[in-house]
């Protein structure tokens, strides 16, 4: 059983509310939720998402100043509706939560359990997501540039127990269907594609955490919004890279779930200066 079904078996209160790992709540946080769901009763939404906050550094480091960026980036003025894949804190009825079973119990945490339960939602009991901006929590840790990579690829290697335990989420990360006869010739051939590029962006990627930011803060949220777009290249390698592996260990039986090998994602690639 996930842990948190096991909590919600015993909750008696009427929401519920979900932080991912890592998320320092502040202390309105929870009064924000409640208050949503009393301004939204009666509309049809039941699932209320909230900001994400960087550490509060002073940006010294690119690499600070790009994640900076990258918690702006989760909420859109355009899109006033949440997606699933943004919800890293959400609040949502128990009673919605009990109906669907909870989370689904995959066999390792590194999934994406809630993106996966609020697709589950939607998909059973027409819950509908909205974002409450004044509903805040602080990430505990920015982690390291390697760090993030390799959780990338651990993510894209437990993507395929994912799909083939629960039908509600799927990776835009993924370039074909993972139960395509032709899904690992369509996941080599995209990270083929990107390999040379990525491989070479590999050390300038790793720098960001020692690569001072410059004074004038304008110029640093321009290199940060540069460096998050070229980012997001090299973590999709990567990702596809750990399903590609988790896809050729599994062979023909991909829906059994191998645990992701203890080494390092950089092993074997050389560094481009």
Known sequence: MHYANAALGTAGGRITLLLQPGLLPEP?????????????AGSGVSCVTGRVLAPATDK?????????????????????EGDP???????????????VGGFTCFATGQTHALADLVCKLRARTGVTMLEQPEAKAWLDDLGSPLQTITR???????SVHTWFTSNCWRSAWHPAQLDDDDAVT?????????????????????????RPAPVDAALTDELAHDAWERALTLRRWAYRRGTLAAMEMAGDRPAVYASCPQVPFLSG?????
């Open 60 to 80: 010294a480091t690119l690499w600070q100043a790009m994640l900076a960026r990258w918690c702006s980036s989760l909420r859109r003025a355009d899109r006033p």
């Open 186 to 210: 369509h996941l080599r051939r995209a990270i083929e594609n990107d390999s040379v590029v990525c491989e070479k962006m590999l050390a300038w990627f790793l720098a960001l955490a020692t």
């Open 152 to 158: 990338d690829y651990q993510l894209g290697w437990s």
């Open 28 to 40: 309105n946080a929870l009064a924000a939720h409640v208050q949503s769901h009393g301004a939204l």
């Open 269 to 273: 690639l050389a560094l481009a200066a």
């Open 85 to 99: 894949r943004d919800a890293m804190h959400c609040s949502i009825s128990s009673d919605a939560l009990r109906r």
